[in-house]
């Protein structure tokens, strides 16, 4: 019998489990609510990106509902087929009319958007200049570009300045990106600062609002709305998988750019489109999102609840700039044990560790949304405080 040809995934699982960054998967068994059951335990959930509640909300259950008796489960094919519906392109429609630009292109999730525009609209002869916590999609779609990546200090528009005026001489187009809202932090991308530098230097300007759509600019609009920057970025790329509820990306921007990706990007022509239960969800979900604003007051007011109840009890939590909310711990094994032990007493607050975030700055990220109880919010202190003091990760 010959040797394993895996078996080196084995001793890297191993690996894992020694630098204490493995992790088993945990099983919901509810929907997903600010109390869930998981794992056979009922906890409060402080670990979704559900930012609105729209995950569960009755509208967009009665939207897919009907899509589904009226046009089945499944789509057929990929869009340029026969998998193009009516609705898919309601939908772009809906969505370019909320952004406030010429047109949207709705992709399978926030992750193909990114990947496969980046890698559409550039070829190797190009230069990428990208924060250096952009998301994993973004990081793909560069390499798949292989387009010159030159990545910038995380938030710094000076450096990220700095690298183009090196690249003024040097032929190729020039893409700057950002996060709107980075995933492990929760702060703001400096857009204010990033427009201004991708004009002088004629660079297109690029942004990832999966953490911002819903959340950020009126009726969750995202940053590029939030700072008031309507016009000035050429791409920009939401999801609908967060706080809209359901799944799925889109890019907005000019109709050429959408036509350009219609022909290009490589998710939209090579794998199926959204199912018509996911479209009708989403469409749902704008609605909700104009008619009632109160929801994402709701979700800055148990922000601020929240942040400002667990630095009273002590907590580094960083800026707060966003629901997301980390809770610096120190090493990934910290932050893994403090998480397991969390969920033990009945909070599911996920352990963030590296390579995710880099070595000494693992934390626990709490993410608020819309539909927590400040009695639920007060529990989750008490029991991260309880835990913390319990196995030494807080002073007091
Ligand atoms: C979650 C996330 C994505 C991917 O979105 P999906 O719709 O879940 O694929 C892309 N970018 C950032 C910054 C994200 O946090």
């Known amino acids: 019998m010959s040797a394993n040809p895996l078996a080196y995934l084995g001793e890297a699982l191993d690996d894992l489990r020694a630098s204490g960054s493995y992790f088993r998967l945990r099983e919901l068994e509810s929907a997903c609510e600010p109390v869930c059951r998981a794992d056979g335990r009922e906890v409060i959930n402080l670990a979704s990106n559900n930012y609105l509640g729209l995950a569960n909300h009755p509208k967009l259950k009665e939207a897919a509902e009907k899509a589904i008796r009226e046009f089945g489960v499944g789509s057929g094919a990929v869009r340029t087929i026969t998998g193009t519906l009516a609705m898919h392109m309601e939908l772009e429609r809906r969505i370019a009319a909320f952004k406030?630009?010429?047109?949207?292109?709705?992709?399978?999730?926030?992750?193909?958007?990114?990947?496969?525009?980046?890698?559409?609209?550039?070829?190797?002869?190009?230069?990428?200049?990208?924060?250096?916590?952009?998301?994993?999609?973004?990081?793909?779609?560069?390499?798949?570009?292989?387009?010159?990546?030159?990545?910038?200090?995380?938030?710094?528009?000076?450096?990220?300045?700095?690298?183009?005026?090196?690249?003024?001489d040097t032929p190729g187009r020039k893409l700057l990106i950002s996060d709107g809202v980075f995933s492990m932090d929760g702060d703001i991308g400096p857009l204010d600062a990033l427009v201004p530098v991708a004009e002088k230097y004629g660079a297109i300007m690029m942004v990832d609002d999966a953490h911002a759509s819903g959340v950020l600019g009126r009726n969750g609009r995202g940053t590029v709305d939030h700072f008031g920057l309507h016009g000035r970025v050429q791409v920009q790329v939401g999801?609908?998988?967060?706080?809209?509820?359901?799944?799925g990306g889109y890019v907005c921007g000019s109709k050429d750019l959408i036509e350009y990706l219609y022909h290009r990007a490589r998710p939209f022509l090579f794998s199926t489109s959204h199912p018509p239960a996911v479209t009708a969800a989403c469409l749902a979900a704008f609605d909700l999102l104009e008619q009632e604003p109160e929801r994402i007051e709701a979700l800055w007011a148990n922000t601020r609840y929240f942040q400002s109840a667990l630095r009273d009890a002590g907590f580094e939590t960083g800026p707060g700039q966003t629901p997301i909310t980390p809770i610096h711990v120190g090493e990934a094994r910290e932050a893994m044990e403090y998480s397991a032990a969390l969920f033990e007493e009945g909070l599911w607050a996920t352990g963030i560790g590296f390579p995710t975030v880099p070595k000494g700055k693992a934390r626990i990220r709490a993410i608020v949304t819309a539909t927590h109880t400040e009695s639920q919010l007060d529990q989750a202190v008490e029991i991260l405080g309880r835990v913390g003091r319990r196995i030494g990760l807080l002073r007091r």
């Open 239 to 247: 999801t609908l998988s967060k706080a809209i509820g359901a799944l």
């Open 100 to 168: 406030n630009t010429e047109a949207c292109v709705v992709f399978q999730s926030g992750f193909t958007a990114n990947a496969g525009t980046v890698s559409s609209i550039l070829t190797p002869e190009d230069h990428i200049i990208s924060d250096a916590l952009n998301h994993a999609s973004i990081i793909d779609g560069c390499r798949l570009s292989r387009a010159k990546i030159h990545v910038f200090r995380h938030a710094d528009a000076t450096h990220a300045a700095e690298i183009l005026e090196g690249l003024k």
